[in-house]
């Protein structure tokens, strides 16, 4: 059984890693991983955000099944490794102490 919606079998090697949820918890994760780690999963989910978008803005959030929720997480993971990849490139760790001081309590998506 898949962990994720028909279409998105391939970003199941992600979940473990990047399928959580917090915003908290999600730049925890940024900060732990690889560049090679981030380079991956942004290699394989980028491709598949407008239709994973479309998927999941189909229906309510109250409404969506448990591999809808996951899908989500790792979108919203994706946007956090969006911007060590696309922004900070060769930069990421030279701003990763600085978002260790910014603690993060809560946002619009948790």
Known sequence: M?????GFE???PFVDQWAVAGSAER???RDASTAEARETFYAAASPLLTSALDRLDGRPLAEHDASETRLMQLMLSLA???LAVELQQDDEPKHQPL???MRITRTPAD
Not at 2 to 6: D, H, I, M, T, V
């Open 27 to 29: 730049a925890a994760r």
């Open 10 to 12: 391939t970003l199941e």
């Open 2 to 6: 898949s962990a994720l919606p028909q």
């Open 99 to 101: 978002r260790r001081e």
């Open 80 to 82: 956090h490794v969006a």
